[in-house]
Nanobody
């Protein structure tokens, strides 16, 4: 069973930076997509923040374009979200998601991490 584990959240001042990591617990066959979502306080739905395909194509929510960068290191089975110029409205729990081909037996499945809190506050 593959697990996704996020890390890197915390408290930061407006204008600051954080880098989130999402590590898969074991090797995967291939990536269909991996993405970062967030759920802001008081909101029931998660918002797609950034997504990267197996081929490396990226896309971002309009609210984070130019400030956030999604990337991955296949050798480390890890995805990152570099967040710069953070704003108060970026405060949320950030979740990583993987649409992955995994082994034993080979199959395509969805995986979610447990979430990491990002708080932007002065």
């Amino acid at each position: 069973q593959v697990h996704l584990v996020e890390s890197g959240g915390g408290l930061v001042q407006p204008g600051g930076s954080l880098r989130l990591s999402c590590a898969a617990s074991e090797s995967i066959l291939s990536i269909v997509t991996m993405a970062w979502y967030r759920q802001a306080p008081g909101k029931q739905q998660r918002e797609l923040v950034a997504i990267i395909t197996g081929g490396g194509i990226t896309n971002y929510a309009d609210s984070v374009k130019g400030r956030f960068t999604i990337s991955r290191d296949n050798a480390k089975n890890t995805m990152y979200l570099q967040m710069n110029s953070l704003k108060l409205e970026d405060t949320a729990v950030y979740y990583c998601h993987g649409d992955l081909w995994v082994t034993s037996p080979p199959r395509r499945s969805d995986y979610w991490g447990q979430g990491t809190q990002v708080t932007v506050s002065s």
